[in-house]
């Protein structure tokens, strides 16, 4: 392993004035509360999305814990039913749709354009409220009592048979979803309208396109979304027969509906991840990323094809023979642009300058659990195998591969790479390097183990299970204990750092990108004048040119 | 503790099948997968940054690679798509003279209903080579019914049958899970398929019974006085039901129907939702006075009634049938079952 010059990369002089920046602008709570600056409500977002995962988080050990025996000894069934549809149901709406886009983006996308903020930042502004009235819901459901459906609320149960909190829990994520839309809208405004000069498209950052083709999936899923929300709603509350046939309504129409929003939501959360790992393999080779165009077009072809594939959820659930084969092929073919990108990261770094800093790593370890996560679903779409395990453990491990291996690693890759823009400071690495690790070793020894309990044929969802199961979830919680540690290092040693990391600089990652042409942290206005564009996205030559140049006049 | 398998035991004639198909599955993305790991460690390690390696070299991308990584794996998912299939197509055609079994779930348990009349919560006793179609349905939520051993999973609807099937190759005693959450107890609706020697079987099918599916159906028929319509002369206020199964009959809005399990189940619960050409619309509901097990006795019934020998089942003419019929609902008394709301299940 290297040593040399990792940290410091000269090539643009920080400096050393100490500058009117966004977080000493104004002091105050209302200054933050009352905020229109899109940096200081993705630190907004961060807090509440970073509370909601400690929740979820906590959740989840809980379940681990109870997994241990094959006997349900520590909870009751109806605990362990809250359980685990809380920890999917705080996960998804509360943590990884909006982690990515509304922090990193929130706070990096105008900046990365070129702009002073987003085009809507009062809208902005609304939908971190509305996500916390969201949120707030979600809260209360948990002090009242919780939630027993699981985050599907599959009906009929959920309207029907279930006496929990369905209703105050769909109503949270139903409000969630105006607050994910209306990012995704301030998003697609900002990104066509407020590109700064000479910013074309083929110049912008692949975060940009990547958090283009999610702005649109969330636009056209999310309405779908909340219209099924409402209608189970309506169903469970006025009793209008929708979804129950005992009122005359068809259970497998809410699956459609549900899936018809909540496939196209796999891609909400993925590609914000992919959106990071090209920044930081670019900048973690000093290199153009490989195939721009193809890695661009791959993510515009995930967010279209993602709307075809709902139905590969319903394999046993009664559709056609024939439907199911049409929803498997175009399964496979959901595949293909997410191979192109893997393969196209690893390219990159042929005849790279491969730094082995903290964010690499993780981008490392996102490239390798996002394969296994990939290769999986390949197996669930394939009928014959999706038949034995479809709703068993090997679901359950695949998924995690996808949003714990692929989301949440390149979340952290993408709060260590933007840290020093975000507070100024630099965190300590070798601590991170140990929490990357401990990441990487507890995720696999959590989630690997249930691919094979899964096949063996342990189903999802279970309070108990059969003896023979054990050894493979002692494993799985073993591995929970290892991953919780490497969870918690990040919020101790980020927050030491606020205090007394190592002053950053403009750019020490001596990367390309319009994000590292202004200060740490930027000034409100993001740059004391608007920057031209004159290089394409990671030309580092030209980049380092074009600073060398501001530098001077 | 002991117990410690890493792969299921194949217990069925598909097994195998699945089982080749997922370890071929294991040994593609598994090559593939090892393949780019190689790959980026060997870049991470050889290209590490060092001081005569702060910037790297540009290399203009050749178009044939990102062709050939594109096109290459399309046709492997396409591959493996097919082989998907394949195994699929053969999960579902079920094989002739298959022993008809039925099971409904409920919050939480299975029960299982022979045709000879046995029936069984949570255990299910099956001959060993035999193939056994399973129709199943729900008396409350969305369930499941997997055999792991056998590798078939089948989701339980609470509107229809659905059908599967499988082909016990091993003796023994096996699990059988609930797949989809149905809650409290979702994990204890869990239970055996026990697998024997077709002569344990008859000796286990000689234990006390009630008669079989189709007679205990009988007196169902007659219980709820559904003979009274459907009597077995043309021209009474019902279809005569006997060789109906399997047919196609036309409907009184012009379209055609299969007579199967769930049209016989829809016309039972929802008499109104398909009328056949030539009746009026006068069958009351039976939704939440026959229960799911009665369903399955009554369909069997229906299903066992052999064709008449003069096979003309013909409708009577539609206006001479409305006539008919308004005239009998004045003057006889229509048997109507005691009950006071129909629509709603209890």
């Known amino acids: ?530 920057p031209v564009v004159t290089w394409d996205a990671y030309d580092y030559p030209a980049f380092l040119k074009a600073m060398r140049e501001t530098q001077n006049v | 503790m002991t117990d410690f398998p890493l792969f299921p035991e194949q217990a069925s004639s598909v097994a195998p099948l699945v089982d080749g198909l997922y370890l071929f599955l294991v040994a593609v993305t598994g090559a593939v997968s090892i393949l780019i790991w190689l790959v980026i460690f060997y870049f991470a390690i050889k290209y590490r940054r060092r001081p005569d390696n702060e910037l790297a070299q540009e290399q203009e991308p050749p178009a044939i690679l990102e062709m050939t990584w594109t096109v290459i794996p399309l046709l492997v998912f396409i591959g493996i798509f097919i082989a998907g299939a394949w195994v699929f197509m053969r999960m579902n055609v079920v094989p002739a003279n298959a022993l008809e079994i039925y099971a409904t779930g409920r919050q939480w348990m299975w029960k299982f209903q022979h045709p000879t009349g046995q029936r069984e919560i949570n255990e299910l006793h099956v001959p060993v080579g035999r193939t056994v179609k399973l129709t199943v349905a729900s008396e409350d939520v969305i369930h499941s019914l997997w055999f792991p051993s056998f590798r078939v999973k089948q989701d339980v609807l609470p509107n229809r049958y659905r059908a599967f099937w499988f082909q016990a190759t091993k003796t023994g005693r096996f699990h059988i899970f609930c797949a989809e959450y149905c809650g409290t107890q979702h994990s204890g609706m869990i239970g055996s398929v026990v697998v024997m020697e077709p002569t344990d079987y008859q000796r286990w099918l000689a234990g006390g019974t009630e008669g079989s599916l189709a007679s205990q159906g009988e007196k169902l028929f007659q219980k709820y006085a559904c003979n009274t319509c459907h009597m077995d002369t043309a021209g009474a206020r019902g279809p005569v039901l006997a060789g109906l199964y399997g047919k196609t009959r036309p409907l009184m809005d012009g379209a055609n129907v299969l007579v199967d399990d769930n049209y016989i189940r829809e016309s039972i619960l929802n008499p109104q939702a398909k009328i056949a050409a030539g009746f009026q619309p006068i069958m009351p509901t039976f939704q939440g006075q026959v229960n799911e097990e009665d369903l399955i006795r009554l369909l069997s019934y229906v299903k066992s009634l052999p064709a008449p020998q003069s096979q003309q089942v013909q409708p009577v003419e539609s206006a001479q049938s409305q006539a008919t019929a308004s005239g009998a609902t004045g003057s006889q008394p229509v048997v109507i079952p005691p009950a006071t709301s129909t629509t709603t299940n209890q």
């Open chain 1, 1 to 530: 392993m290297t040593s040399t010059t990792i940290d410091d990369a000269p090539y643009i002089e920080p400096s050393t004035k100490e500058r009117r920046n966004y977080l000493n602008d104004e002091y105050g709570v209302l200054s933050w509360l009352l905020t229109k600056d899109h940096k200081r409500i993705a630190i907004l977002y961060l807090i509440s999305v970073s509370i909601f995962f400690v929740v979820g988080g906590v959740i989840a050990f809980l379940m681990r814990l109870e997994l241990l025996t094959p006997e349900g000894d520590l909870f009751t069934s109806d605990t362990y039913n809250k359980l685990f549809t809380l920890h999917g149901v705080v996960m998804i709406f509360f943590f990884l749709i909006p982690a990515i886009p509304a922090v990193i983006g929130n706070f990096i996308l105008p900046i990365m354009l070129g702009a002073k903020d987003l085009a809507f930042p009062k809208l902005n502004l609304a939908s971190w409220y509305i996500y916390i009235i969201g949120g707030t819901f979600g809260v209360i459901v948990i002090i009242t009592g919780g939630v027993d459906t699981g985050w599907t609320f599959y009906t009929p149960y959920s309207t029907q048979f279930s006496n929990t909190k369905v209703f105050l829990t769909t109503m949270g994520a139903f409000i969630t979803g105006f607050s994910s839309i209306l990012t995704g809208l301030n998003f697609l405004v900002t990104i066509h309208r407020m590109r700064a000069p000479g910013l074309t498209w083929f110049r912008l950052p692949l975060f940009v396109w990547s958090m283009y083709a999610t702005s649109v999936v969330i636009m056209l899923a999310t309405p779908v979304l909340a219209i099924t929300l409402v209608l189970l709603m309506v169903e469970r509350v006025l009793r209008v027969g929708i979804f129950d046939p005992a009122l005359g309504g068809d259970p497998v129409l809410y699956q459609h509906l549900f899936w018809f929003y909540s496939h196209p939501a796999v891609y909400i959360m993925i590609l914000p991840g992919m959106a990071v790992i090209s920044e930081c393999v670019a900048a973690f080779t000093r290199k153009k990323v490989f195939g721009y165009k193809f890695v661009a077009f791959s993510s515009l072809a995930i967010a279209f094809l993602g709307f075809l594939v709902w139905a590969h959820h319903l394999f046993v659930a009664g559709i056609s023979v024939y439907a199911a084969l049409v929803f498997s092929f175009l399964t496979m073919l959901v595949a293909v642009p997410s191979a192109i990108k893997v393969f196209n990261w690893t390219a990159t770094m042929y005849k790279a300058s491969v730094s082995w800093n903290t964010p690499m790593l993780y981008v490392l370890g996102f490239i390798g659990l996002f394969t296994i996560g990939g290769v999986t679903g390949l197996f669930l779409g394939a009928l014959g195998v999706d038949v034995h395990v479809h709703d068993s453990y090997f679901v359950v491990a695949h998924f995690h591969y996808i949003m714990v291996g692929g989301t949440i690693m390149a979340y952290l890759a993408g709060i260590h790479y933007w840290w020093p823009k975000i507070t100024g400071r630099m965190y300590p690495e070798w601590w991170a390097r140990l929490s990357a690790l401990l990441v990487f070793v507890g995720f696999n020894l959590t989630f690997f183990p249930q691919f094979l309990v899964g096949y063996v044929g342990m189903p999802r969802r279970y309070h108990a299970y059969a003896p023979e199961f054990q050894v493979l979830n002692v494993l799985s919680t073993a591995g929970a204990t290892v991953l919780a540690m490497g969870y918690l290092l990040p919020m101790i040693y980020l927050g030491w750092s606020l205090k007394f990391g190592r002053k950053a600089g403009a750019n020490p990652w001596g990367a390309a990108g319009l994000e590292w042409a202004t200060t740490s942290p930027p000034p409100k206005e993001n740059f004391h004048e608007t």
